[in-house]
């Protein structure tokens, strides 16, 4: 949070180009298509040279950034007044700010710890919620036709076997899948990139390492996973806290781990007194 919160002050003093224009929708926004297009050429004369441009430019993208950040803040309830914020940042530059630097230090700090609690408490808030939401809809999974529910909690409905040895924790596997939400909001799809994912079995959540040994080469499973045999209380990057993940497998191939070669294992261990003698014999 502390490192972040650096960017967006760096942000705000630097922004001189955050001026009210800047968070008004564009005048061009509403205008014909030939209107639309002539928009780059007027654009371009009003800079007199690229110094001008590129500081237009760079206060575009910290306006962008700026705004950005003011609406995350919002979903946290912190709704910051921007004629304030732009206020700030040309006071700043004119070298006429309201607060003095200890003031500015201190007001700062209190956000930053207002912003903290408040995104700690919607983070509980919501990894109850995606707990409770979860729970009713396992709940209402195990009553489908063919599911199966392990003891570790993970359920699965197996839509076709498959044939041959189901894959061992150290097998790599090869597999198309769809990986949903209890909402049914996709956050990863092998199908739509075009191409199977391949991992060593032991190598991923849980609940996939446990899932697919319910299958063989060719079969294809349903599965939906708890919270603790997922991403649990913290989640990921388009995983929220506690959520419970639904996914569609196709088995495409397993493959085994390389055999051990015993003769090899043996040639090395016959070899490794030696190396240590060389060793010692060197020092």
Do not use: C, H
Not at 110 to 135: H, I, L, P, W
Not at 206 to 214: A, C, F, Q, R, V
Not at 229 to 256: C, M, Q, R, W
């Amino acid at each position: 949070m502390k490192s972040l919160f650096k960017v967006t002050l760096l942000a705000t003093t630097m922004a001189v180009a955050l001026s009210a224009p800047a968070f008004a929708a564009p005048a061009t926004a509403a205008a014909p298509a030939k209107d639309a297009a002539a928009a780059p050429a007027a654009s371009n004369a009003s800079f007199k040279n690229d110094d001008q441009k590129s500081a237009y430019a760079l206060g575009a993208s910290l306006g962008r950034y700026m705004e950005n950040s003011l609406k995350e803040q919002e979903k946290l309830g912190i709704k910051l007044d921007k004629t304030q914020l732009i206020a700030g940042v040309q006071d700043a530059f004119a070298d006429k700010s309201k607060l003095s630097d200890q003031e500015i230090e201190k007001t700062l700090q209190a956000f930053e710890a207002r912003v903290k609690t408040s995104a700690q408490a919607k983070m509980e808030k919501d990894a109850k919620e995606n707990a409770d939401k979860g729970k009713t809809f396992r709940d209402a999974f195990a009553k489908e036709k063919g599911v199966k529910t392990s003891s570790t909690g993970l359920m699965y409905q197996v839509e076709k076997a498959g044939s041959g040895e189901a894959p061992k924790d150290s097998d790599t596997v090869v597999v198309n899948y769809k990986g949903t939400l209890i909402d049914g909001k996709e956050f990863d799809n092998s199908y739509t990139r075009g191409e199977p994912l391949s991992f060593r079995l032991d190598g991923v959540i849980p609940g996939w390492t446990e899932g697919l040994k319910n299958i063989k080469k060719g079969g294809k499973i349903k599965m939906v996973i708890p919270p603790e045999l997922a991403y649990g209380k913290t989640g990921v990057p388009g995983i929220p806290a506690n959520s419970t993940l639904v996914f569609e497998v196709e088995l495409l191939d397993i493959k085994p781990a390389p055999k051990a070669d015993p003769k090899a294992d043996a040639q090395a261990a016959e070899a490794a007194p030696e190396a240590k003698a060389d060793a010692a014999n060197s020092k």
